[in-house]
C-alpha cells in the first residue's frame, strides 16, 4: 500500500471515467474501509445503496441542477456509484435526545466514511468524486431510501479516464491558531 500521506496528498476529484468495470474483490475492498471508519459512540449510522444500473443513474443524474454541477455526467458515465446514507436521529443522540450543539452528529461520521473510502479507492487505482449538489429529496426516491434515513453524498466510483494536478492549497500559517484564534 503507498504511504498515507501520499495517499492524502494524490487523491483527486475525478469526473471522467474509464469504460471498464470494477471488479467485486476492489468494490468491497473500498467498502470494507468505510465499514472501519470512525463513528460517535460507533453507531455506524452509513448505509450505501450500490448503484449499477443505468436507469437508476440516470434518476440520480436527473436530480442534479441542468447547470453548475461538473460532476453530472460523472453519475451516468461511473460504472458504480455509492449513494451513502445515514440513519437520522442515531449519531450524536442518546436515549432519543441530541446530545450537541450542533444535533446530529451524522455528517461528521459520514465525512469520516467517505474519506476512508475516497482514499482506499484511489489506493486501489480507482477514482471517485464527492458529489453533494442536487435534489437530496429526488434521488432519495431514485434509490428507495426509506423514512428516517438520509441520502447525503452520491459518490461516482472508477477508473479515472485522466488524472488532474493538484489544486492551490492554504499554508499552515493561514488556518492554524496557537492559543487562541
Not at 2 to 21: C, M, T
Not at 43 to 53: A, H, M, N, T
Not at 80 to 100: H, N, P, Q, R, W
Not at 176 to 181: A, I, L, R
Request: positive net charge; aromatic residues 10%.
Amino acid at each position: 500500500m503507498a504511504e498515507l500521506f501520499d495517499l492524502i496528498q494524490n487523491r483527486r476529484s475525478v469526473r471522467k471515467y474509464e469504460n471498464k468495470q470494477i471488479p467485486e474483490n476492489l468494490l468491497n475492498q473500498v467498502l470494507e474501509a468505510g465499514r472501519w471508519a470512525p463513528s460517535w459512540h460507533n453507531f455506524q449510522c452509513w448505509e450505501v445503496v450500490v448503484v449499477k444500473d443505468q436507469t437508476i443513474k440516470k434518476k440520480l443524474q436527473d436530480a442534479m441542477p441542468p447547470k453548475g454541477n461538473p460532476s453530472s455526467k460523472a453519475i451516468i458515465q461511473a460504472p458504480v456509484v455509492l449513494g451513502v446514507c445515514a440513519k437520522m436521529e442515531s449519531s450524536g443522540y442518546f436515549k432519543g435526545a441530541s446530545t450537541t450543539k450542533f444535533g446530529d452528529w451524522m455528517m461528521f461520521d459520514l465525512g469520516l466514511f467517505t474519506q476512508n473510502i475516497c482514499l482506499t479507492a484511489h489506493d486501489l487505482g480507482l477514482g471517485t468524486v464527492i458529489v453533494g449538489l442536487y435534489n437530496h429529496d429526488q434521488a432519495k426516491t431514485a434509490i428507495d431510501v426509506p423514512a428516517g434515513y438520509e441520502l447525503v453524498v452520491l459518490i461516482p466510483l472508477g477508473y479515472p479516464a485522466k488524472q488532474s494536478t493538484a489544486p492551490p492549497r492554504k499554508q499552515i500559517k493561514e488556518f492554524v491558531h496557537e492559543n487562541t484564534f
